[in-house]
């Protein structure tokens, strides 16, 4: 179906994440920060990318810029369980940066598949447009 760039630094969260994307036919590259999801993108390209907010070396923030500059089109879920005081003020901030959606973690399977199938059916009716 779709070639899916999952990243974020817990490796727990993006093996749970790549089973899931897999069981419903995606191609899934992961990444474990944003420097890597970088290179991943400018290399091999993505349909849709998700990405955690809080990380090591680039964070979320920076990282949705970055492809902002380098993949206008690809559609960007952010996800996050919040800052160290468990605000999710950032996750707004990424909706009005461009981001596509978002995802509080938790999440469940239900909710991780509903925003990749709204992400990827806004980006072809964006490319279509």
């Given amino acids: 179906m779709a070639r899916i760039l999952v990243v974020d630094d817990e490796i727990g969260i ?29 290399e091999a390209g993505a ?6 907010i809080h990380m090591p070396n680039m964070d979320g923030i920076e990282l949705l810029i970055t492809f902002q500059a380098v993949a206008p089109a690809m559609p960007v ?16 901030d ?3 940066m461009g ?5 509080t973690k938790p999440f469940t399977l239900v909710e991780l598949r509903d ?9 072809r009716q964006a490319d279509a447009g």
């Fill in 14 to 42: 993006r093996a749970a994440i790549q089973r899931a994307l897999e069981r419903a036919g995606h191609e899934v590259t992961l990444a474990v920060d944003g420097l890597e999801a970088a290179r991943v993108i400018r």
């Fill in 47 to 52: 349909d849709l990318a998700l990405i955690d």
């Fill in 77 to 92: 879920l952010v996800m996050s369980g919040g800052d160290r005081n468990r605000r999710l003020d950032v996750l707004m």
């Fill in 94 to 96: 990424a909706t009005s």
């Fill in 99 to 103: 981001a596509s959606g978002i995802l």
């Fill in 115 to 123: 925003a990749v199938t709204r992400a990827l059916a806004a980006g």
